[in-house]
């Protein structure tokens, strides 16, 4: 298990930080726009498909990330006040929930990519495949995470059923 701890904190970093590149990324261009634009009277034809593909990528491997590092706030507040016995039932209950609901997108992306592959972008000609990959690696990505954090908590409760699962989750916390 430490190893695959290893890779999901590897696998992390490389996703943070490609995601930020990306926002930042996007600014930059878009301000190199604007700036041809209003200054120049050039417009580069590409922008704005590159930044909707950036910005893909930004929001679904950026959301893996907080995913990844449990902030959610405004769930934790209300799952705080819940019995230890309740909140570990509906805590492999959204776990399930969670692993369903990506691999549908995940089996949809996969069920589509032969006609992504043959439908193309208006403006780059690039097939339309890549408008999915953000969400393929983000749901690939919350899929591992979630089956990591489910074999740690359900370890660590075998071990101290008096836990809540915000504190055994500090314990086993991805960066």
């Known amino acids: 298990m430490e190893k695959f701890k290893s890779a999901l904190n590897i696998w992390g970093y490389i996703e943070r930080n490609t995601a930020v590149f990306a926002f930042c990324a996007v600014v930059m261009i878009n301000?190199?726009?604007?700036?041809?634009?209003?200054?120049?009277?050039?417009?580069?034809?590409?922008?704005?498909?590159?930044?909707?593909?950036?910005?893909?990528?930004?929001?679904?491997?950026?959301t893996s990330s907080v995913f990844r590092i449990r902030h959610y706030v405004v769930v934790e507040f209300f799952f705080k006040k819940m019995s230890i016995s309740l909140q570990k039932k509906?805590?492999?209950?959204?776990?399930?929930?969670?692993?369903?609901?990506?691999?549908?997108?995940?089996?949809?992306?996969?069920?589509?990519?032969?006609?992504?592959?043959?439908?193309?972008?208006?403006?780059?000609?690039?097939?339309?495949?890549?408008?999915?990959?953000?969400?393929?690696?983000g749901s690939l990505s919350i899929i591992a995470i979630t089956i990591y954090y489910s074999i740690e908590v359900w370890k660590a409760c075998q071990n101290d059923k008096s836990k809540s699962i915000s504190e055994i989750e500090s314990l086993i916390l991805l960066s």
Request: with cysteine; glycine share 2%.
């Open 31 to 62: 301000i190199t726009q604007i700036i041809l634009r209003y200054v120049f009277e050039f417009s580069i034809f590409w922008v704005q498909e590159i930044s909707q593909l950036l910005m893909l990528y930004a929001y679904f491997v950026g």
């Open 90 to 137: 509906l805590y492999a209950l959204a776990q399930l929930l969670t692993i369903i609901f990506c691999s549908i997108i995940v089996f949809w992306i996969i069920e589509e990519f032969p006609r992504q592959m043959t439908t193309y972008s208006v403006i780059l000609h690039i097939p339309r495949f890549f408008s999915y990959l953000p969400l393929l690696i």
